[in-house]
């Protein structure tokens, strides 16, 4: 994403309006489906996943952590409850105590889950080590929308996140397979991804990239047609430049802040990957 700070890839970005419409409604039908091919063929068909690939899904998940000789309960619970947390901080502790467990048993199931490819566990950033705060509490997000509609599909659970949480969710996820290399170690502790808590508690969702900080790029997701200077205040504070996700809003009046609409920024940054992928 770095090279969206960039003066004149910012003034192609208004080229690409055309196209918002179009993006925006894909990503409307991605929030409703997500992107596994079961339920992206139902969506097409009948306007959302079927209850046969929803549970067709949750047998997988169901399987491997019987086959870790882990309580599949648990697992459940594990993921309604990443499902209310999207966007905040989560402690082992805390988990522990939703799942009738102790912190240990906490994070093995959200590990197990992170080696299956169903859950990211996102690190805050240690300024001074550049890496993982592994005694810091993380930010869990599930790796494709589905598996967030899953316990109100399975069960009418109320864990539903609100659009902005969907958003952010979909946000880092991208960031993460834009930036991360494509192994299963790297979901539990991701190396080029984190978020930032500043020493006055403000918070950053995403600093993605390697290197010293001045070669990574802050992302700070706000799904909101307005964009306030205080909204964003955690973010100018403790960086010199960044990047700001909107709902609908451009603007790059400010070089070193943009504001982008999120289905513009996710489309940009996945084609970004894809020519990655290529070369």
Known sequence: PYQLLDADVQDNLRELLIHLPTVQALLDRY????GFPASVSDEH???????LTVRTLWDLIESEVQRQGMDATRAYRAIERTVRAIRYPTGWTALGEYLGADRRTAEDY???LAHMFTTLILHRLDPERLGPMLRAQRKLYLIDPLLIHLPRRMRQSEAVPDLPALVEN???????????RPLVEEFAVPQ????????S?????????VGPM????????KYQTVVSGRDIAALTRSF??????????LDVSDRRFPRLPAALFLWVLSRESTVRAAE
């Not at 068909?45 to 209850?51: A, D, K, L, T």
């Not at 979909?170 to 397979?177: A, H, K, M, P, S």
């Not at 508690?201 to 990239?209: H, K, M, R, S, T």
Request: hydrophobic residues 40%; positive net charge; glycine residues 10%.
């Open 31 to 34: 929030m409703r489906c997500g």
């Open 45 to 51: 068909v009948n306007g959302q996943p079927s209850e």
């Open 110 to 112: 959200v590990r197990v």
């Open 170 to 180: 979909i946000v880092v996820v991208t960031l993460f397979r834009s930036e991360e």
């Open 192 to 199: 080029a991804l984190f978020y930032w808590k500043s020493k």
């Open 201 to 209: 508690g403000g918070e950053v969702d995403a600093i993605a990239g």
């Open 214 to 221: 001045r070669t990574r790029t802050p992302v700070e997701v």
């Open 240 to 249: 010199p430049r960044g990047i700001v996700v909107t709902r609908d809003l």
